[in-house]
């Protein structure tokens, strides 16, 4: 079986956490600048949420179309990513009402501390479709020591959340940045299966 119902799937679902995190976006009751200001935890919130979500379904489209069938590892790898990241829209509110708690702050951590966890998961069962190739191995095994330090990076900022949250958040942003591109590899047409 091919991986289009999976991707429309997530697609989806992907679609569906994006906006119940814009949905928790607050308007303010006036138009002073005081208001919009006591907004603004809630709106950097959903812009860093908002990024970090972007960019994983960005990389997971790529990383699909290197899979060459959805078999049941596939699908249940898949869902469980699916699953943390539904969490994202709670922790990001949770945060962005709350961004000086360091416990706000640190179960965001956590979430995205799984949902790293998941897409290694994803990308082990994307490895066992290219048994045959040396060459995707060796590249999804690069791209799984890149994950393997955003998921050290993601753990620190729980327990670094209380020293101080804004190395926490700096974390999060470091993270997502250096996934911000797409895996050039996958991209390239020369490099999808046949």
Sequence with gaps: ?????????????????????????????????????SVAPQFLSYLLSFLVVAIMWVN?????????????RLLWS?????????????????????????????????????????FALLRSAIIQHHSDNPDMIRYHRGVQLKNFYS????????????????????IFVFVALSYFLPERKLAEPEAAPH
């Design 1 to 37: 079986m091919g991986t289009n119902r999976l991707e429309a799937f997530s697609d989806g679902v992907i679609a569906v956490i994006i906006t119940i995190m814009v949905l928790e976006l607050k308007v303010p009751r006036d138009t002073t600048l005081t208001s919009l200001r």
């Design 60 to 72: 997971h489209h790529h990383m699909l179309h290197s899979a060459r069938r959805a078999d049941a």
């Design 78 to 118: 898949n869902n469980t990513l699916l699953f943390w990241m539904s969490l994202v829209p709670f922790v990001t509110a949770y945060m962005g009402n709350n961004p000086r708690d360091p416990r706000a702050v640190a179960l965001y951590g956590v979430v995205l501390s799984l949902c790293s966890v998941s």
């Design 151 to 170: 998921l050290l990076l993601y753990m620190a900022s729980v327990p670094l959340a209380f020293i101080d949250v804004r190395i926490a958040f700096f």
